[in-house]
């Protein structure tokens, strides 16, 4: 199978088959070694050639991603691996023979060690274009490991940034409220041994709707950058499914721990250890260790980033740009049983 890219630095002839493709680029069309067929698009396949010559040459993509945390050191690149930034790199860099600074591979957000992902977003970026999103898409999931997949990849406006363009985030926190734990929902739900008050942690829940400062509820982090502990939560809801209460919020951005830090002080309500209007009380505070003496950080194999917000704008693709990718199917054309 052909991983059909686009270098336009010159664009080579147009190349009607495989082996002059081959001839063109030197020969290297394999997979197996990561190298790709450098074929220009033809009018034919619908890709406008005003795409392959955005600003200075430079392509950003946008991808959807999903994972199960369990077993990596969170979202954010680091020297020693494994993190989810550092597999997707190794898999760009083996099909785009791009370095991490030229990819330029960036996250809405951090996710912590054990915290999963539905809707996680990220751009990075390409010299050349690629008139096929197919490929690509199916080379990056045959490499990455299988915790991790990328659900969708498109063409993203070179105006368009993972991070600073997000309008809001959702995220949702499982708890698994029966006697006895589920096998199956171990590593992905938190085991509250405590009948909850569901009603009251909906009360309590409230308080958190609205623009606040939400210092109280943020850890220490031990980094330059100064973040905003003024934060607009737009819903936050518990949601009774069975033996599982499912917490859902959605802000439009959110400080270090601060939703497992929310999720702890919801879990000592339903606990009826504290009533549902300590949290104006936590909240007026504006202090870490007024929270930290009635509840810890509640774990993190609860927590999923299930959705990534952006206005509709933001998210059309370049005039001219190839279809969005959300994977690729296998059919059968002719299915033969064998009978003995």
């Known amino acids: ?8 630095a010159p664009p080579p002839p147009r ?5 002059a493709a081959a001839a063109a680029t030197g020969g290297n069309i394999s997979l197996r070694d990561g190298a790709h067929c450098a074929v220009p698009p033809s009018e034919e396949d619908g890709v406008d050639m005003a795409w392959a010559e955005t600003a200075e040459g430079a392509y950003k993509w946008r991808m959807v991603i999903a994972y199960d945390g369990t077993k990596f050191k969170g979202w954010q690149y680091q020297p020693s691996p494994p993190t989810i930034q550092c597999c997707i790199e190794n898999a760009l860099t083996c099909i785009t023979k791009l370095d991490r600074k030229e990819l330029c591979l960036i996250g809405s957000g951090r996710t912590d060690t054990g915290v999963h992902a539905w809707g996680q977003v990220a751009h990075f970026t390409t010299p050349f274009s690629y008139h096929c999103l197919d490929s690509i898409h199916s080379a990056i999931n045959g490499l990455l490991p299988h915790e991790i997949r990328v659900r969708e990849i498109s063409a993203a406006k070179p105006e368009f940034h993972a991070r600073t363009s997000t309008k809001s985030k959702i995220y949702h926190y499982k708890i698994y409220n029966g006697a006895v734990m589920d096998p199956f929902h171990n590593l992905y739900a938190y085991h509250s041994v405590y009948k909850l008050n569901s009603q009251a942690m909906r009360e309590a829940a409230k308080h958190f ?21 003024i934060k607009k939560i737009m819903r936050f809801d518990v949601i009774e499914m069975g033996a599982i209460l499912q917490l859902e919020v959605e802000g439009t951005g959110f400080l270090y721990r601060q939703v497992r830090n929310m999720v702890a002080l919801l879990l000592q309500v339903g606990r009826e250890a504290l009533p549902p209007d300590i949290v104006p009380h936590i909240i007026a505070a504006r202090d870490r ?8 950080s509640a774990p993190p194999h609860g927590l999923y980033l299930m959705a990534v917000n952006y206005d509709k704008e933001m998210l059309n693709p370049p005039e001219g740009a190839p279809p969005i990718s959300f994977g690729r199917t296998h059919q059968i054309s002719k299915c033969k049983l064998l009978f003995y």
């Open 289 to 296: 260790r007024e929270l930290a003496k009635v509840a810890l």
């Open 1 to 8: 199978m052909l991983l059909a890219t686009v270098r336009f």
């Open 209 to 229: 709707v609205g623009i606040h400062d939400f210092t109280s509820f943020a850890n220490a982090v031990h980094n330059d950058r100064v973040r905003s502990p």
């Open 15 to 19: 190349v009607a088959t495989a082996a």
